[in-house]
């Protein structure tokens, strides 16, 4: 971790002018096209309370016209209502957006292909537990005005990510109406394959008025979410060479699963706002985000790479290499067929406080902004599981590429073992695991402008200066338990619990699979004290592990961290007149990042201390420093038309779990292994190049199409290498392997996107009410240079990045009845890296989504919802190798029907 970094400023080359229609237009002067001096907006006629399709389409367009940066916006059609029910569902049709689902929604998202996306509220970093970032996925999108996708970053905004950031906008007093304002929705959302109806709720309630200070405005915002989902799947998993079977890639597990629970996520913000005068106002700000998850999951697996087996009947997919089809069996008489039975039941929690003062100050030639910010959260999960084994198995076969779905999906035979009967199942191991992280987060900031001048140069100079201080810690701890009577496995039955057991098992229209007993994940934990006591019993060498009521702490998975943060920046306003006029900023960023981190090192012991683990604590610090130039310019053809040009530089750190400074020496391994973090990572840097060529028009009409080419280094990669010396982990002059994070390359991102957007109000009649957007992005280059040999189809793929993105919306909108349907496209893309056998990285299929909603509003104040999602029943489907070595296997989605109403006075 003792680096330093700068990214120093590069001469932009020339991009050539894109034309644009500008019949009957007249081009802005440089005094029009130069950004005013800044200051809020207190029209009291004004409410931002958008109501309706049209408004939020105009007001995003609005945003994305006049910012410096290159953004896209989502904007709320109504108080609690954006398009869809969280913050990553309503980004999934933003240009250059890539969103992944799971569990009933919107999970993570990617901006031109490259994730680890920087997140803020109302502008202020915000991150959750020991991670840099917040789970987007657990903001309700009723407590939502806005949201923005910044892909460019300007020298006043906080770095953090070589992605982009994505800033959510809550609601504020004083952009509502003069008086009270009492606004909510209720809503039910049923799925298909759960079966169950979610529950949403939101309510805010605020006030605007005069008072002998100044004006005055309070606002509570609140929402309590309960998502009900459930997916099925039938997947198999990690291909590598089989032991005995020479020359031969085989999936170490096929299994058929069931993953099912809820996620209740109640949130809250608060807000004072008072404007003292027009020169001086101040901002108070307190919100809650929590989210509560209690999740199963059932499957029955095989292992299809263990020792001590025979395989026979094996079949070869027609590379010759990888195996398709093959039957198991014993290698010897009373050897177990590696077949289990997994249920596992967790339950998580995540609470997020934040808290925001804000001060703004102007005239007619400065302005200054302080403002500072105190968040804390915590996150934590309990997690239990039982593996069992069924009995009389003889032999087992699997099909890893069966045809009983469409692309393929392994499908298995179990011969000799009776699954109806509870009696024949053992228990082979229970585990049961704890965790969290937690984090105090302190920001402050000051920033100055100085107006310079109407006409010259340089119009403004912006400085400021920004202190942060993070507070993070770690902790992860497991305990295994095998219980044996008489020598062999626990039986099902006797296990507590167990008279609770029931069969279990994926439903596929057209695919057989198998139906399996197990204790229901909410039954076991029900039962965790007796359980704790039977291990005790059962298992005494680890009776003393399973005394305590939680499982003690992993030294390797515990940390506790402190960054701190200081940054100064200045930024030149600029605008002149040749042939168009022109304006822009110049910046640059400077930022110094030093901390420290204490974890253990540890390896096992032996005869001469009682094989106890030796233990040490380890102590680690470091330091960055980044200097960070942007340059943005703005070419105005006419008041409608302009290119926007823009070369920018960030810097992404590393997470905190991957630099703590721990190993442990597996020393009872020839050679030894160490599995390690890694304190001398280094921070992701990029350098971007954007230009984007924008015709605004109407109401929110737009035609835009962007380019950009973005070059990042030290990308991550996790990876065994041999060593040939261990002596940094206290074994001198011994060779082994070192498991860890490591940098791997540069990567370069080359591609394009447009939009187009109108309402047809040129048309006659009914017709004026309809409207249209279509956008798209291609990404022509994403390569991550990996350190393994550039020998296979997709060995540079970059992660998570789908060459094709696609979306059409038709809208129709009155005040009355309004309507939308929308088409998503995803192409495929490499999901993960597979480090033994990085040819068999496994790769996500095309996706697709049609969804619809309609609206209606029978008085003023309440609007009616039917919504559709997932229409067309899009699965998503996997397989191994960019070019289809092997069907990885599907999981299936739900489609979606909700139904609400909202009210606004």
């Given at each position: ?39 809020p907006d207190r029209d009291p006629t004004k409410e931002i309370l958008v109501i309706g399709i ?683 392997f070192v498991e860890q994070q490591r940098n791997a390359g540069d990567g370069t991102f080359i ?58 919306a038709l809208f129709y909108d009155t005040p009355t009845f309004s309507s939308r349907v929308a ?83």
């Amino acid at each position: 971790m003792r680096l330093k970094v700068a990214l120093t400023s590069t001469t932009a080359a020339g991009l050539a002018l894109m034309a644009m229609p500008a019949a009957a237009q007249t081009a802005p002067t440089a005094a029009q096209a130069a950004e005013p001096l800044s200051g809020p907006d207190r029209d009291p006629t004004k409410e931002i309370l958008v109501i309706g399709i049209r408004g939020s389409v105009a007001t995003a367009s609005a945003k994305k016209k006049d910012a410096k940066q290159i953004v896209d916006s989502v904007v709320s059609e109504d108080a609690g209502k954006l398009p869809d029910n969280n913050v990553v569902e309503a980004l999934s049709r933003v240009t250059g957006v890539q969103i992944d689902r799971a569990r009933g929604q919107g999970q993570s998202l990617t901006i031109r292909g490259l994730d680890g996306v920087q997140t803020t509220i109302n502008g202020n970093e915000t991150s959750l537990g020991a991670g840099r970032a917040l789970d987007l996925s657990v903001i309700p999108a009723e407590l939502v005005k806005s949201i923005d996708v910044y892909k460019t970053r300007t020298a006043d905004q906080v770095e953090g990510s070589i992605a982009g950031t994505v800033n959510v906008q809550l609601r504020r007093p004083l952009e509502l109406k003069e008086g009270w304002t009492l606004a909510g929705s209720v809503r039910g959302a049923w799925d298909e394959n759960s079966k169950k109806i979610s529950p949403y709720a939101s309510a805010l309630i605020g006030k605007r008025f005069d008072t002998g200070i100044g004006e005055i405005g309070f606002l509570v915002n609140a929402a309590l979410t309960k998502t009900f989902y459930q997916e099925t799947y039938i997947e198999s998993e990690s291909p590598d060479a089989a032991p005995n079977l020479p020359n031969v890639v085989v999936p170490y597990r096929a299994q058929y699963g069931l993953e099912a629970g809820n996620v209740r996520s109640p949130s809250i913000n608060a807000v004072v706002q008072w404007q003292a005068n027009d020169d001086l106002d101040f901002v108070f700000e307190g919100g809650y985000i929590g989210s509560r998850e209690q999740r199963s999951v059932d499957r029955i697996f095989t292992l299809n790479r263990e020792g001590g087996v025979a395989y026979s009947n094996v079949e070869l997919m027609p590379d010759g290499v990888t195996a398709r089809k093959l039957t198991v069996s014993r290698a010897t008489p009373n050897a177990a067929l590696p077949v289990f039975i997994d249920g596992q039941y967790n339950s998580n929690y995540s609470d997020l406080y934040t808290t925001n003062f804000e001060t703004h100050w102007r005239s007619d030639r400065a302005q200054v902004n302080v403002s500072a910010q105190y968040n804390w959260s915590k996150a934590g999960n309990y997690f239990v599981q039982q593996i069992l084994q069924p009995t009389g198995l003889t032999s087992f076969t699997v099909d890893f590429a069966s045809q009983q779905y469409n692309g393929g999906v392994p499908s298995i035979t179990l011969n000799g073992a009776n699954l109806s009967n509870p009696a024949n199942y053992g228990v082979e191991r229970f585990q049961d695991n704890s965790g969290g992280s937690s984090n105090k987060e302190f920001v402050s900031q000051v920033d100055v402008t100085l107006k310079l001048s109407e006409n010259s140069l340089l119009r403004s100079l912006q400085t400021g200066a920004r202190f942060s201080q993070r507070i993070t810690s770690n902790y992860y701890g497991y305990r295994d338990g095998f219980p044996r009577v008489n020598g062999a496995r626990a039986p099902l039955t006797g296990f507590p619990g167990g008279s609770e057991a029931a069969l279990t098992g994926p439903k596929i229209d057209g695919v057989d699979t198998l139906q399996w007993y197990r204790i229901p994940g909410a039954t076991v934990l029900d039962n965790i004290d007796a359980i704790r006591a039977y291990i005790q019993k059962t298992n005494p060498g680890n009776a003393a592990r399973f005394a305590s009521e939680k499982p003690a702490g992993d030294l390797g998975q515990t940390f506790a961290s402190e960054e701190n943060r200081w940054a100064m920046f200045a930024q030149l306003s600029y605008a002149f007149d040749m042939l168009f006029p022109v304006d822009g900023l110049l910046g640059v960023r400077y930022v110094n990042t030093w901390g420290t981190s204490s974890s253990f090192n540890y390896r096992p012991g032996d005869a001469s201390n009682g094989f106890q683990d030796i233990i040490q604590p380890s102590p680690g610090r470091g330091n960055y420093e980044d200097i960070l130039p942007s340059a943005t310019a703005t070419i105005h053809f006419t008041p409608k038309a302009q290119l926007r040009l823009s070369y920018t530089t960030n810097v992404q750190r590393p997470g905190f779990y991957d630099i703590r400074p721990f190993y442990y020496a597996e020393t009872r391994a020839n050679p030894p292994i160490i599995f390690s973090g890694n304190p001398d990572l280094k921070p992701q840097t990029e350098h971007a190049f954007d230009a984007s060529a924008e015709y605004y028009f109407g109401r929110g009409g737009q035609l835009t199409l962007a380019a950009y080419y973005k070059k990042a280094s030290n990308f991550l990669y996790y990876d065994r290498v041999q060593a040939l010396d261990l002596t940094a982990y206290g074994l001198p002059g011994q060779a082994g392997f070192v498991e860890q994070q490591r940098n791997a390359g540069d990567g370069t991102f080359i591609g394009i996107e447009g939009t187009a957007q109108s309402f047809f109000d040129f048309l006659p009649g009914i017709l004026r009410n309809f409207g249209a957007s279509i956008n798209g992005s291609y990404v022509a280059k994403a390569r991550v240079e990996y350190p393994y040999p550039e020998d296979f189809p997709g060995a540079f793929d970059s992660l998570n990045t789908s060459k094709w993105t696609a979306n059409a919306a038709l809208f129709y909108d009155t005040p009355t009845f309004s309507s939308r349907v929308a088409f998503n496209y995803r192409s495929p893309y490499r999901g993960g890296i597979w480090y033994p056998n990085p040819e068999y990285s496994w790769y996500q299929d095309n996706t697709y989504r049609l969804d619809a909603a309609v609206n209606y509003t029978p008085v003023k104040f309440m609007t009616l919802s039917i919504e559709g999602g997932n229409l067309l029943g899009n699965d998503v489907y996997r397989y191994f190798g960019q070019n289809n070595l092997l069907p990885l296997g599907v999981r299936l989605q739900a489609r979606t029907v909700q139904a609400s109403a909202r009210f606004r006075f």
